[in-house]
């Protein structure tokens, strides 16, 4: 079972193996009578009120075959016709009712029920096209129900009975509903240490609290149910400490501040620029607490004043948001990363006393986390500007693996680089000031100086190697960051697949003693006290107290509040937070539906009245009892929108290994006398830590025919088989009692069972395909599959591409393309064409360039080819790199980025990114990419194990092969 493929399987009632029924990948089924097969083919796997409207290649399409005897194949097996082809709708659900087929269609714009005779005559609609979509319809024959808007209704008859409402009451608590305490450590959003690092304002499930470090009450800010705030910042006034974050109390977000002492009884938190500050992304408090500045979602950074509420725009950049918001120490500028095309970022400063704007940095590279040092003189930040280039391992290419590095710029002109000659030598040791004793005073605090004039002239880098950094701080004497390890995306070249491999750490830049040193390891975030002499470390839901200038010794996050005078674990224990889920969902909802009103691709929401729309759905919000529920709501919600890509991902559960399944990688099955016999043993793909078929491993010398007769010397029940007795047994040794096939004494083996076989499953169909074009072709054809546009489909072209494209011609299948963002990489390779050749003695000659197709290239794509998937097989159409071979594809090219959680965790999408296509313009979203040649897989065609695609991209291939020989290098010249 995935998204993509399900299969029927008829399950016996005494509790034995499962049968594949010969209907090939199927998204519902039905029996008529007779005997006749109504086949819902696979769809994405979504229901079609969660992407109303959609009319992309994995609309739902029924099929129907006669019953047995009769328009039967030559080999007995079921053949199948489609009906309802011309229904321009999604359809779904299909149902026998009577000698009549039923489903539900949004053809008219509506889902709604259905019916027809079994060929497609006389179609009837029986429910209203008004309303909301009708959604999981089922029936006993005669009647059939179905759900809309969390209600259930009932058809009686499809011989003009109306619809009817049933008033069903449920018994029992409804514990979802019910309010419940949450560990704030598990939802720890954030948390801002104030000026001496002895507490903080702690974000956690959308509250607010200051929490004491060592010992003290935990005091709730801003814990109102059904209220989100969030980003609290810390910040002096008036020689007090206190806490500024965002609220959505009245909708749209504004400003809230409070002291860190709460506020006085019957007083509320002072509220600022309600309404005016669109999607707020960044946060930061003067150090003077004269004002605020917000980086919003579309572009413009501000200033709030914190006396008056007043709000300055200061910038507005038209490629993207604001980050690395930053005061100086003297309140009087402000800095901040400013977006160009992307990636390129540069610094930006406005000087708050006239709101003018300069720029610190050029466009050129991406400069990012700026923060000033804590004496004002220099403005510190990383910045994506070494060019080392590093040669690929697998193929001819380069990469700038580790690009960036930390950097310094000198604001005064007068100011000497920390890191050139001192008139006066270095000071064998800091020397000793007065200023020290006034740091609690932000006001006494050094007056930044800044020469505008020559300033990104004087950027210097810091003397460390070029590597992966974030979020740049600047603490007392020096600079703080976080370095992370240059590891692969898929995580697989990490010793073994279990290993975790190195690190993020902390690292610590001395100003003073010009040398840097590693602080901690494992670090996810950390914030940096006002004073700068104490960090606040965030490391998988704790919080660690710690000095800013030395090395965390090991077990540091084992000492709880109070158990040390330099290294504390907060204990967030104290803070007990109670969640109302019927608040929360409303909150929730809402909040979806602002970030979706300012993000999705389209201002004017595709025509849609998106405030009616959450207003028609709001009263359904009010039946909703489970997170569940909820997350389905979300879906049908935006899917009004009609667009792609528009997801509700609840937050990930943990599982339990203790029933999780072991695998074998093995087709396993019961043979007449009750023995389960291994049928088939999945080879290992051994570039992929993934692929690891445990049957198949070093000792174990199982072979095809053997039987299983017990597991850890408990003998298998003939009618269950293995299964049970394999549970919780993934990654763990196991041992098989083996019956040899050729008879002999049994065999004692140890495996590892795998918990998941599908990398061993996928490479083992890819190894069919690509022998089967071998064998077709004659050897001539290549085969490449790629699985997806992210980094696991990048690897797995690679695998095979050197050896595969110096054939004379390339078969290229993106069927099953899951999309991503690499279509314009894998394109690039495709497109190359050859225009030399390198001979060199006494070797085979290459092609120049290299892995370039030496003759046709045709590329299969079907129904679940989507999202980049689309894109690339439009690129290949556009750029004439060769035909597309099969069916239209998803249909779903309007991308996201995924930023943004709703207060429990949940992800919500948002469409945004709009794709223009040449040939297509803006039609490939909601329709997919035509095929130049259409092939339909049929039912009979899975159910027989033909490639009916593959076989017409073959032919294709080999015709274009005989119009026009591959090249070949030519001879030495005479």
Known sequence: ???????????????????????GPVGSLAYGPGGRILLLSATMGREAATWKRYRGGTAGKLWLAHAPGEGQGPDGAAEFVRIHEDLDGNIECPMWVGDRLAFLSDHEGVGALYSSLPDGSDLRRHTAVDGFYARHATTDGTRVSYASAGELWLLDDLEGAAPRRLDIRLGGQRADLQPHSVHAGSHLDSASPDRTGRGSAVGTRGAVHWVTHREGPARALAVEPGV?????????????????????????????????????????????????????????????????????????????????????????????????????????????????????????????????????????????????????????????????????????????????????????????SPFGPQRHGRPAEKEKGSGDGDQDNPTALPVTRIDLEGLADRIVPLPVEAARYSMLRAAKDGLLWLRHPVTGVLGTSAATPDDRGPETVLERYDLEKLRGEELASDVSRFAVSGDGRRLVLHTRGKLRVVPADSRVPAGSDDDHDGGSDTNVTVDLSRIRRTVVP????????????????????????????????????RPVLARVATHDDLVDLLWEVQGELGTSHAYVTPPGGRHDDATRQGLLGADISRTDEGDWCIDRILPSETSDPAARSPLAAPGVAVRVGDAIL?????????????????????????????????????????????????????????????????????????????PDMVGYGWAQLHRDLRVEVAREGLVVDVRENRGGHTSQLVVEKLARRIVGWDLPRGMQPYSYPGDAPRGPVVAVANEFSGSDGDIVNAAIKALGIGPVVGTRTWGGVVGIDSR???????????????????????????????????????????????????????????????????????????
């Not at 079972?1 to 209907?23: C, F, H, N």
């Not at 929360?584 to 929401?605: H, K, L, V």
């Not at 918990?755 to 996928?762: K, M």
């Open 228 to 416: 989100r705030a969030r980003l609290p910042r810390t910040f002096q006034a008036d020689g007090e400490q206190h806490v500024v974050w965002v609220t959505d109390a009245e909708g749209d977000d504004a400003l809230e501040c409070a002291p860190a002492t709460g506020t006085a009884p019957g007083a509320v938190p002072r509220r600022l620029a309600a309404g005016r500050l669109g999607r707020v992304l960044d946060l930061a408090a003067a150090p003077d607490g004269s004002r605020f500045a917000v980086a919003s979602h579309d572009g413009r950074i501000m200033i709030v004043e914190q006396e008056s509420g007043e709000v300055h725009e200061v910038d507005r950049s038209d490629h993207g948001d604001a980050s690395g918001l930053v005061f100086s120490p003297d309140s009087a500028w402000l800095a901040w990363s400013h977006p160009g095309p992307d990636p390129l970022r540069q610094l930006k400063l406005a000087h708050l006393a006239d709101l003018s704007v300069a720029e610190a940095t050029p466009l050129r590279f991406r400069d990012y986390a700026p923060a000033f040092t804590v004496d004002g003189k220099h403005l510190a930040f990383l910045s994506e500007r070494a060019f080392d280039p590093v040669y690929d391992a697998h193929v001819f290419d380069l990469a700038f693996v580790g690009a960036c590095r930390p950097h310094l710029l000198t604001l005064a002109a007068t100011t000497p």
């Open 710 to 786: 017990a597991v850890d010397g408990q003998e298998i029940d003939p009618l269950t088989g293995p299964g049970p007795l394999l549970t919780g047994s993934a990654g763990k040794p196991v041992e098989l009692t083996v019956a040899p096939a050729d008879g002999g004494n049994l065999r004692h083996v140890v495996v590892v069972p795998t918990a998941d076989e599908e990398a061993l499953r996928y490479h083992a169909w890819v190894a069919d395909r690509r022998a089967y074009v071998h064998e077709q072709s004659g050897g001539r054809l290549g085969y490449l599959h790629v």
């Open 582 to 617: 019927a608040a929360e969902w409303r909150q929730m909802y809402d909040e979806a539906g602002r970030i979706m009103r300012d993000n999705f691709w389209r201002p004017d929401m595709g025509g849609v009245d998106w405030d009616a729309v959450l207003d028609r759905y």
């Open 1 to 23: 079972m995935s998204l993509r493929r399900s299969w029927a399987r008829a399950l016996p009632v005494d509790g034995g193996p499962a049968r594949t029924l010969p209907y």
């Open 900 to 974: 943004y959680r709703l207060v429990d965790g949940t992800s919500v999408t948002q469409p945004k990114y709009a794709f223009w296509l040449e040939g297509y313009g803006w039609g490939v979203e909601n329709h997919g990419v035509d095929p130049d040649v259409e092939v339909v897989t049929a039912p009979q065609d899975h159910a027989a194990g033909r490639d009916p695609q593959l076989d017409a991209a073959i032919r294709i291939a080999l015709e274009g092969l005989a119009r026009t020989p591959a090249k070949t290098a030519p001879g030495l010249p005479e």
